[in-house]
């Protein structure tokens, strides 16, 4: 039998350098799904179910379910809070980055999620001090990042992308759980919740039922003034019985909370809002049904929070920083 003939070197060397290669191209693409999430994919609408353009059911479902969870981490062992707004952190900082994605941003995740843990828990562990602390390496970190990853002309752009995201996300949500640091911290966190909350289902009934003047039509068509009328009186009323018969404070203080409170969260669901009227969004993503996606459950709630923080902290006669 003639003998097989030897193998050419050549061949393994080829074979060899085509396993490499595909080893980098997969390696680039995780590295790609780490740093910067695909744009979101155009979807079918889906018809709305209500007058205000909502899955009605789905939205009361999943909102009642997300205020026990949190219900049940505050009352049990608030370092699941923390566990919480760390999730949720991340989830609101991904759908951004992913909207951004599509106009070209690369906003880099990685040191994103990295520093959202550092700014949480130093809030949690040390207070505010350490808070703005981890922020600030979190920025600087994001900065590096992004110009050590490729460089180019948008490095700094995208560098500047991601350390808004870390302000607009991590840090706002620290002031929750600086809030959840203070004497009676469950309560006042409950308080700053349920006030807030008060504003979005305020808001909601009175402009389904009577809103007729447009707020900011050019921005969101469906939010009124009625609205806005019907968000203070609830927002109001929620925190003056939160503030006097439930954490035995003054009265009038939870009627500043209310009022705050719905300034704030007004002028973040509107920022958010012009957000995806730019980036051509109707939500930020379908992680909730009937609310959207994180964001858009948290765009009231984060730009709140440092509000609330600091009127609670007064009222309550503790130290806010």
Do not use: C
Not at 78 to 93: I, R
Not at 151 to 159: E, S, T
Not at 165 to 193: C, I, K, N, S
Not at 244 to 268: C, F, I, K, Q
């Amino acid at each position: 039998m003639a003998p097989a003939p030897a193998a050419d070197p050549r061949d393994s060397q080829d074979s060899l350098a085509a396993a490499l290669r595909r080893l980098r191209e997969a390696r680039e693409r995780a590295r790609t799904a780490l740093v910067t999430p695909a744009p979101p994919r155009p979807k079918d609408p889906v018809p709305p179910a209500g007058r205000a353009g909502r899955n009605l059911p789905a939205a009361i479902a999943v909102g009642v379910s997300l205020l026990v969870l949190v219900g049940i981490s505050l009352l049990t062992r608030p370092e699941l809070f923390v566990a919480l707004a760390v999730v949720a952190s991340v989830g609101a900082m991904w759908e951004l980055a992913r909207a951004v994605a599509q106009r070209g941003i690369r906003v880099p995740l990685l040191p994103l999620v990295v520093g959202a843990v550092g700014v949480l828990v130093s809030a949690w562990v040390a207070g505010a001090e350490a808070m703005l602390m981890a922020f600030t390496l979190t920025a600087g970190g994001v900065f590096v990042w992004r110009v050590i990853d490729g460089g180019g002309r948008d490095a700094v752009r995208d560098a500047a992308a991601g350390i808004f995201t870390a302000a607009y996300v991590p840090y706002l949500a620290g002031f929750a759980v600086l809030l959840l640091r203070l004497e009676d911290g469950p309560l006042l966190v409950l308080t700053f919740l349920l006030v807030t909350i008060a504003n979005d289902t305020g808001g909601y009934v009175a402009g389904v039922l009577f809103g007729k003047h447009p707020m900011a039509p050019s921005i969101s068509p469906k939010k009124s003034w009625e609205g806005l009328a019907g968000s203070v009186v609830l927002a109001v009323a929620v925190g003056v019985v939160m503030l006097g018969p439930v954490l035995d404070g003054p009265w009038w203080a939870g009627a500043v909370l209310g009022v705050a409170a719905v300034g704030a969260a007004t002028t973040g669901d509107l920022a958010e809002s012009l957000l995806k009227r730019d980036l051509g969004l109707k939500d930020m993503s379908s992680l909730l049904p009937g609310h959207g996606g994180i964001m858009d459950r948290l765009d009231s709630l984060l730009v709140a929070a440092p509000v609330s923080y600091l009127i609670l902290a007064a009222a309550t006669g503790q130290a806010a920083l």
